[in-house]
């Protein structure tokens, strides 16, 4: 398998964390979203994945794109331990909605391409970016803290006592809160749960600091 990928990006941070958890192997191939303007935009990039977007896991030669539609992919498709959705289609459910918080809700409003719209296009200063980015973080670690103290087993993990895809999109979520300076005080249950899951060595060799690209 070969992954396309960027250290900062989370979307692809989350399929790392995947294939690590699984003990996949894969070779990474970065693109960088702003070395010559922007690998991603490249056409060699495009005949790979026409909306220009990370991550894109290719399977024999096939690309996928979409960062949950490759995690859901892997789970359905090997052996490996973690299960990352449960086989009870309530909790599937409550798992995929968990993890839909950060990334349908928070993530989309909050990627690079938005960022740099509100900059460049809209010419907002800098002050408002940041209070976009940290609004749409608290609108969404709000939520997220409430139902992980109502579906949190042990505290380790967001959905009962296991590894789970909601776990594995928090992660990356939370290191973007930090490196944007957000506050974290008011969500005790997920700093808590993240900290747990940080230390993991899958989750480790998967950070950002750890990518061959990283600057």
């Known amino acids: 398998m070969k992954l396309y990928t960027f250290f900062r990006s989370s979307a692809a941070y989350r399929v790392r ?9 894969y070779d990474s191939v970065p693109i960088h979203f702003r070395r010559g303007g922007g690998e991603h935009r490249s056409a060699t ?3 790979v994945n026409p909306q220009g977007l990370l991550p ?3 399977v024999d030669g096939m690309p996928l794109a979409q960062s ?11 052996d490996a331990d973690p299960k990352l959705l449960p086989d009870d289609a309530l909790a599937r459910a409550q ?3 968990m993890a839909q ?7 989309p409003l909050n990627n690079l391409r938005v960022l740099a719209y509100l900059k460049a296009s809209l010419q907002q200063p800098q002050p408002a970016i940041d209070a976009w980015y940290r609004h749409w973080v608290a609108e969404g670690l709000g939520a997220l ?11 380790r993990h967001l959905y009962g006592d296991a590894w789970s895809l909601a776990d594995v999109c928090l992660v990356p979520q939370m ?41």
């Not at 539609?69 to 789970?75: F, G, Q, R, S, T």
């Not at 918080?101 to 993530?107: G, K, L, M």
């Not at 803290?145 to 505290?155: P, R």
Request: hydrophobic share 45%; with cysteine; glycine share 4%.
């Open 56 to 58: 894109v896991l290719e």
């Open 68 to 78: 949950m539609a490759i995690i859901e992919y892997l789970d359905e498709t090997t």
């Open 175 to 215: 290191y973007n809160a930090r490196r944007f300076e957000c506050a974290l005080e008011d969500y005790p249950t997920l700093v808590s749960i993240d900290a747990h899951l940080r230390a993991q060595p899958p989750v480790v060799a998967a950070s950002p600091e750890q990518q061959p690209d990283a600057e």
């Open 101 to 107: 918080v950060v990334a349908c809700d928070i993530h």
């Open 17 to 25: 964390i995947a294939l690590n958890l699984k003990g996949l192997a």
């Open 145 to 155: 803290e409430q139902q992980a103290k109502a579906h949190s087993g042990s505290g």
């Open 95 to 97: 798992v995929r909605a």
């Open 45 to 47: 990039f495009l005949a």
